[in-house]
């Protein structure tokens, strides 16, 4: 079945620096690749999300990119603050109605003051 | 306007025993998703629901869990004689998804589960 694996599980910047998350996908047929962010005790929210005829997307700090050759897409959050500090799930879906969203395993990103 | 909620926010319960968790989907929402998520774990799929169509449950781990959604809104996971390895956070979401494609969840807050 489908598999989304992200990386790195945890990741420490600097504030002001940029971070970046990865993940890869398994199911060709993917097409649809949301960005969820989690706060402690909440749940995730959408953050940003990006479908395959695009390669990439941009909402202010925060951009996605995506390689369907190569089945990766990645996070990228510049001049990173205090409040990026959290966790970061990527995740795949084929848009369709029938299909069910498949989440990477999370990033604990920590921003250092 | 109201998100998704989920009752109870916390349950504690000892082993063997069944526990029933609520979700409120947002109005109007035809999909809505039950994961479970350790701690310090990943979103582990459990069952989907959309519209009239049969759910799909690839994701329950066993057939002591079950949902089911009533009148298309609310819903209800059900885990009979629960076991210690059942503790965790067990969220919800809803989604506008239409056979258009696919929309973003909006997931309610959680509800911790313990098992004694």
């Known amino acids: 079945g489908e598999n989304v694996e992200q990386h790195p599980s945890t990741l420490s910047v600097q504030e002001g620096d940029s971070a970046v998350i990865k993940c890869t996908y398994s199911?060709?047929?993917?097409?649809?690749f949301p960005w969820y962010k989690q706060e402690l005790g909440k749940g995730p929210q959408l953050i940003i999300d990006i479908r395959s005829n695009v390669g990439e997307k941009k909402d202010q700090r925060i951009a996605v990119t995506l390689n369907k050759t190569a089945k990766h897409f990645s996070l990228h959050i510049t001049e990173t603050q205090p409040e990026d500090s959290a966790v970061y799930f990527c995740a795949a879906s084929k848009d369709s109605s029938a299909s069910k969203i498949i989440f990477g395993s999370g990033t604990r990103l920590s921003i250092r003051p | 306007g109201a998100g998704v909620s989920q009752s109870p926010s916390n349950k504690v319960t000892e082993k063997g025993k069944d526990v029933e968790l609520r979700c409120d989907p947002i109005?109007?929402?035809?999909?809505l998703y039950w994961y479970r998520q350790s701690l310090g774990q990943g979103l582990e799929f459990l069952i989907y629901?959309?519209?009239?169509?049969?759910?799909?449950k690839s994701g329950l781990p066993s057939d002591r869990f079950s949902a089911e959604r009533t009148g298309g809104s609310v819903s209800t996971l059900t885990i009979q004689r629960t076991q210690q390895e059942d503790s965790a956070v067990y969220l919800c979401a809803s989604s506008p998804r239409t056979s258009g494609g696919v929309h973003e969840q909006f997931f309610g807050p959680g509800t911790r589960l313990t098992v004694l």
């Open positions: 199911d060709s047929a993917s097409n649809y």
């Open positions: 629901f959309q519209g009239n169509s049969a759910p799909d």
């Open positions: 109005s109007g929402h035809t999909a």
